[in-house]
Nanobody, 123 residues
Framework: QVELEESGGGSVQTGGSLRLSCVAS????????MGWFRQAPGKEREWVAT???????RYADSVKARFTISKDNAKKILSLQMDSLKPEDTAIYYC?????????????????RGQGTQVTVSS
């Protein structure tokens, strides 16, 4: 059973937009938080954004004001709206979930992670 499945990746030009979706199992949407991470070629995995609950979302400085994370508990979907995309946003994007409150707050590597979806931004 796939518990976190991402979709929505693709190729866009600088300044374009993409919306990533993550279909999650009931178990995953009831974890303390869900979020997105990314990993560019030759680089370590990087935290992008976290959704704890409505009104409590967190973003890495590199994506703040450009990306928006949201969660639909009824549909069990975590989304990431990405606007004003830059070439440095190119990476594999992973949906993730976590039980630990401290890991949620810190954006540390989450326990559960999907297979990822590729985002490529060309200049």
């Amino acid at each position: 059973q796939v518990e976190l499945e991402e979709s929505g990746g693709g190729s866009v030009q600088t300044g374009g937009s993409l919306r990533l979706s993550c279909v999650a199992s009931t178990y995953m949407v009831t974890r303390t938080c869900m979020g997105w991470f990314r990993q560019a070629p030759g680089k370590e995995r990087e935290w992008v954004a976290t959704f704890i609950h409505e009104g409590n979302t967190r973003y890495a400085d590199s994506v703040k004001a450009r990306f928006t994370i949201s969660k639909d508990n009824a549909k069990k979907i975590l989304s990431l709206q990405m606007d004003s995309l830059k070439p440095e946003d190119t990476a594999i994007y992973y949906c993730a979930a976590e039980d630990s409150w401290s890991r949620c707050i810190l954006g540390a590597n989450f326990t559960y992670r999907g297979q990822g979806t590729q985002v490529t931004v060309s200049s």
